[in-house]
């Protein structure tokens, strides 16, 4: 988790209420990922970020969205929560990506519970 | 439909036994594959990355395999020790872009 710390580790919230989890890194990698993880799912990606401003969608991106303005932070909104949102979300970076992809470091995650 | 495997049963082995961890995958031709252990609450860490020109990788007591022609990895524990019980997740890159497809994972409990 080095390197790596997401905000809030916990949040509780009513359905329909806006949310926005904070992804921080100090490693200034290039790239940064959300990613949920529920059980009989496991890890999904939902958006990535390749540079300040360029994010791309990934696998269950609906109903998120992102926004990098700075090398160390990437945001995740969820602009109107739902019980389906109810999850462990997880930041990662990595250094590179394409053809000389490296391994991602995983941020501690955040549990969200949607009510 | 693409799919990544892992055996969704836990593995449970003795204490000094070889673990050997399964992942299988279709309709991917990933560059590479990678994988992962995570602990109870917790992210994910990363263990090895091996490439589609390798045949097998070794760090310490871990040993990663990755055969194309079957679509698999096998990822071994030897000389396993209780600390190493955790989920083992592995990853593939589907399209050389850094976007991951995890699998399920793999839950072992090494019993002293």
């Not at chain 1, 926005?20 to 059980?39: A, G, S």
């Not at chain 1, 970076?93 to 549990?111: H, K, L, V």
């Not at chain 2, 031709?29 to 995570?38: D, N, V």
């Not at chain 2, 091996?50 to 007591?61: H, L, P, V």
Request: hydrophobic share 25%.
């Amino acid at each position: 988790d080095a390197g790596i710390t997401q905000s809030p580790r916990h949040k509780v919230t009513e359905t329909g209420t806006p949310v926005t989890l904070r992804c921080h890194q100090t490693e200034n990698h290039r790239y940064m990922y959300w990613y949920r993880q529920d059980p009989g799912h496991g890890l999904r990606l939902i958006h990535y970020s390749y540079g300040v401003k360029d994010t791309d969608k990934g696998e269950v991106s609906d109903g998120y969205s992102v926004s990098r303005s700075k090398t160390e932070d990437f945001l995740l909104t969820l602009e109107s929560a739902t019980s389906s949102q109810t999850s462990v979300y997880f930041c990662a970076i990595s250094g590179s990506s394409g053809a000389s992809s490296y391994e991602q470091y995983f941020g501690p995650g955040t549990r969200l519970t949607v009510t | 439909s693409q799919k990544i495997e892992q055996n969704s049963e836990a593995l449970n082995i003795q204490e000094g036994k070889t673990a050997t961890l399964t992942c299988n995958y279709t309709n991917y031709s990933p560059a590479y594959l990678q994988w992962y252990r995570q602990d109870p609450g917790r992210g994910p860490v990363f263990l090895l990355l091996i490439r589609e020109n390798e045949k097998e990788k070794r760090k310490e007591r871990l040993k990663v395999t990755f055969d194309t022609t079957l679509k698999q990895s096998l990822f071994h524990i030897t000389a396993s020790q209780p600390a190493d019980s955790a989920t083992y997740l592995c990853a593939l890159d589907s399209s050389n872009t850094g976007k991951l497809i995890f699998g399920q994972g793999t839950t072992l409990q090494v019993k002293p």
